[in-house]
């Protein structure tokens, strides 16, 4: 089956991002297919290159990206939602003019049209709350 | 359920929670449905708990730095989105029952009940 | 957990996840059970964030102890699923 994830909480500030990483393994783990995974409200924090947590905590952004080089999954995230929180790809950075970038290239940065899509295209769409 | 077709429009149901000025959710929530009214998306919003706050009339967030929710709103028929369901109870919860800053359609929890059983799909906010 | 019970139909499922999985305790679960005899639904809790939280072995009996395999399957065997939170 067809599934798409939509995230709403920033790593380590709830477990809404654990918890739907725990499932996207479980979803592979059972032979379904992900649409999309689309990050919104705080959850675009995933997608930071810059996260350092402790060596004896999960490092949950690494998890995704993990996720990604292994299954290439498309990791989209919100662009409005992410500039706003200081979340930005290269050239977000350069057309803002700020002096560095730390979204993961992992990541796309997009708009809600591909939350639109993943709704239309999945035959599941799992919301996990902030 | 019809999840096979590709041509047929998904009934979308919106479940809406929250505040309108707490946090940003409410305005993502509202920035969403805007982008799905422009790809013609069939869109219904639910208004229950907190979230029927969004709907009180005469709200100036200029005063803590906020845009104005209930303008996003009212965009929403523009672009083809006009079903708001309210939950009755929440709206009694808090002694609100009038001067609402939407035309909307006042739901029990039976009839609650029966937005979700149709829908297809469901986002919470 | 009361708006969650009242909107449900028959043959839902309610899955506990993460601090939800406090109403599996036998004292929480009571609190609510006038809501819970209302609606004909099966009750789940998944099970790692019962272990994380020390209850697992209290939870209630009434309700079905799931890892994250059965999250899926529960996802999968209903035709839309809806988050409380």
């Known amino acids: 089956m067809n599934y798409s994830l939509v995230i709403l909480g920033a790593p380590y500030s709830t477990q809404s991002a654990t918890t739907a990483l725990n499932f996207t393994k479980a979803l592979l783990k059972n032979g379904h297919q992900i649409y999309r995974i689309f990050f919104y409200h705080d959850a675009v924090h995933n997608g930071s290159e810059l996260s350092t947590p402790p060596q004896d905590e999960l490092n949950i952004p690494a998890e995704w990206q993990k996720l990604k080089k292994d299954h290439s999954i498309d990791l989209v995230i919100c662009i409005a939602a992410a500039v706003k929180r200081g979340i930005l790809d290269t050239n977000e950075a350069r057309r803002h003019e700020k002096s560095s970038s730390n979204l993961s290239d992992c990541f796309e940065l997009s708009g809600l049209g591909q939350l639109v899509d993943a709704t239309e295209h999945s035959d599941r769409v799992i919301t996990f709350g902030p | ?125 | 957990m009361d708006r969650c019970l009242k909107f449900s139909s028959k043959d839902d499922s309610l899955l506990l996840i993460e601090d939800g999985v406090y109403f599996a305790l036998p004292s929480t679960l009571s609190k609510i059970k006038q809501s819970l005899d209302t609606v004909n639904i099966t009750l789940y809790a998944l099970e790692e964030d019962l272990v994380a939280r020390g209850i697992h072995k209290q939870a209630d009996e009434s309700i079905q102890v799931v890892s994250y395999d059965g999250f899926v399957e529960l996802t999968a065997t209903h035709n839309k699923s809806s988050s409380w939170y």
């Open chain 2, 1 to 125: 359920m019809n999840s096979n077709s590709t041509k047929a429009r998904k009934k979308i149901l919106i479940i809406l929670t929250q505040s309108p000025y707490s946090g940003s959710l409410s305005r993502e929530a509202i920035d969403y449905c805007l982008a799905a009214a422009a790809f013609e998306q069939d869109l219904e919003l639910l208004f229950t708990g907190d979230a029927v706050l969004q709907l009180i009339k005469n709200q100036e967030p200029s005063a803590i730095d906020q845009k104005n929710l209930t303008k996003t709103l009212s965009a929403l028929p523009i672009y083809g989105i006009d079903k708001f369901y309210v939950d009755s109870n929440s709206l009694a919860q808090y002694g609100i029952n009038d001067n609402l800053c939407l035309p909307t359609i006042k739901v029990d929890e039976s009839e609650i009940s029966e937005l979700i059983a149709n829908a297809d799909t469901i986002l919470n906010f």
